[in-house]
Nanobody, 112 residues
Framework: QVQLVESGGDSAQTGGSLKLSCVAS????????VGWYRQAPGKEREMVAT???????NYADSVKGRFTISLDNAKTTLYLQMNSLKTEDTAVYYC??????WGQGTQVTVSS
């Protein structure tokens, strides 16, 4: 049973930074594409950043230049460094692996 567990969600002020982590079981991050997604209240879940099988990152336009996705060398932990936070970044953030595996989510709240 693959498990993804996110952490690092918190409250922050606009312009601040947070770093999310996602730990995976079963070496799943080493086998396929991974990513961060988010869902704000009343909105659909959207892609934030991904890393494909060739280790190439991709970002939503709304976070380019502010967020950075990365994997540790052992490919056991996925990170999302979030800088210059905006109120519109408020959402539950989920990590995802191999399309079908999702974490339980971690809340990020940004206030002005």
């Amino acid at each position: 049973q693959v498990q993804l567990v996110e952490s690092g969600g918190d409250s922050a002020q606009t312009g601040g930074s947070l770093k999310l982590s996602c730990v995976a079981s079963d070496n799943v991050f080493g086998r396929c594409g991974v990513g961060w997604y988010r869902q704000a209240p009343g909105k659909e879940r959207e892609m934030v950043a991904t890393i494909n099988n060739y280790d190439l990152p991709n970002y939503a336009d709304s976070v380019k230049g502010r967020f950075t996705i990365s994997l540790d060398n052992a490919k056991t932990t996925l990170y999302l460094q979030m800088n210059s936070l905006k109120t519109e970044d408020t959402a539950v953030y989920y990590c995802r692996a191999c399309i079908k595996y999702w974490g339980q989510g971690t809340q990020v709240t940004v206030s002005s």
